[in-house]
């Protein structure tokens, strides 16, 4: 009656040491991908958030475009506005108009747009961080390859499994 429990309990701790193998091995490969790919995916994500705030600059600007072609359009082709830049440009009044204050967002204003537009870049995600600890600290990468080697051994030394009879003598 032991031999099936024997056999069981042999079944379960391979079946346990073969897990513990393939994750010492995939923590390894994971290790070594991350010092890796640390430089890389450090510059895309900074590349990445520079295109964004470029494209941001860029919508920015063709609205200042479309603003002052609107404004070019009316020049060439509506006296009425002429007239009334003029007015605005030199401050002259008729004698029998009433000029009323208004806000500044309601005047007649037909500067550049929104020329002093500030795009503040978006913020890098939260691993960034580490990935410049890895990319840029030598120590920090050898420490983190000397974790994968050491991973690496110990699944091969102590977790590999040894099958009884598997030799032959010819």
Known sequence: MSLPADSERASRSSWLTSVAFW??????????ATVTLSPKLLTFFQLHRDYHANQWKLVSLKEQVDHLQRVIDAQKNDPAFVREQARDDFDVAAPDEQRIPVDSRLRLNIGTGNANLVVVPRDLPWHTGLLAVVARSRAAANTLLGLAAFLVLYAFTLLNERVKGSREVA
């Open 23 to 32: 994750l010492c091995l995939f923590a390894a490969g994971g290790l070594y």
